[in-house]
């Protein structure tokens, strides 16, 4: 029993690092989502500002106007640039947070399949413990019936 008290201590000790795990690869996750959202964005601003361009350029612009939309076009290329390295990095720590939760789970599922396996021989033994009492009685009501 004591075994089985060590094994079941094991297994929650499991599951609550299961369970963090999965809070952290849930965060990250989120991480993920909201980076990809913000690049997004950030590409529908340029898109839209180089319609604007173009359409200022149509209608005329002059030489400082243009100067302000390329140094803004350009900004939000750099802010693009600075969004995918932060979503590459989002994406790495969502992949790590990831195999910590699957290594985490596979470690809870062996501990429970030991104990699993711990409570059919446990079974198994009673139940063999039973027969050969079973047994042992039958034996003596014959020997006692003669």
Known sequence: MAKQSALDTLIELAQRDTDEAAKRLGVALKA???????????LGFRDDYGIKLEAAQIA????????????????????????????K?????????????????????SYRTLSERASVEALRLENKLDQKQMDEHAARQAYYKR
């Open 32 to 42: 993920v989502d909201e980076a990809e959202q913000k690049l997004t964005m950030l």
């Open 60 to 87: 005329g612009m002059t030489p400082m106007a243009y100067g302000n939309f390329i140094a803004f076009i350009d900004k939000l290329e750099v802010a693009i640039n600075g969004q995918r390295d932060v979503l």
């Open 89 to 109: 990095i989002a994406q790495n720590r969502s992949a790590n947070e990831k195999t910590t939760w699957q290594a985490a789970e596979r470690k809870r599922l």
